[in-house]
């Protein structure tokens, strides 16, 4: 069964770091492309970043960028979301998704996943 699970989670004050992981059982993520998003109480989705199956497209919205990191380690399943100089506007719950394309494409919206995890709490609060 083809599943995504979110880890690294949980408060930090303003000014700090966390690093996400999103791993993937029951299939290969060599073959997808990955997206990390969050919904804040009240508001709609956003995409914060997202990854080619190459590793070679990058996606960041104007709000993370410079902040934000992804990377992928296929190796061992996993997409990683690197956070710093982190923002109470960050705040939210934290999901990544997955789902098959070219080489070189990532995609910012959520329409365009299949699948996806269950997210992590990320509370950037004093």
């Known amino acids: 069964q083809l599943q995504l699970v979110e880890s690294g989670g949980g408060l930090v004050q303003p000014g700090g770091s966390l690093r996400l992981s999103c791993a993937a059982s029951?299939?290969?993520?060599?073959?997808?492309?990955i997206g990390w998003f969050r919904q804040a109480p009240g508001k709609e989705r956003e995409g914060v970043s997202c990854?080619?199956?190459?590793?070679?497209?990058?996606y960041y919205p104007d709000s993370v960028k410079g902040r934000f990191t992804i990377s992928r380690d296929n190796a061992k399943n996993t997409v990683y979301l690197q956070m710093n100089s982190l923002k109470s506007e960050d705040t939210g719950v934290y999901y990544c998704?997955?789902?098959?394309?070219?080489?070189?494409?990532?995609?910012?919206?959520?329409?365009?996943?299949?699948?996806w995890g269950q997210g992590t709490q990320v509370t950037v609060s004093s």
């Open positions: 998704a997955a789902d098959r394309s070219t080489y070189h494409y990532c995609s910012g919206q959520g329409s365009d996943y299949g699948y």
């Open positions: 990854i080619s199956r190459s590793g070679l497209s990058t």
């Open positions: 029951g299939f290969t993520l060599d073959y997808y492309f």
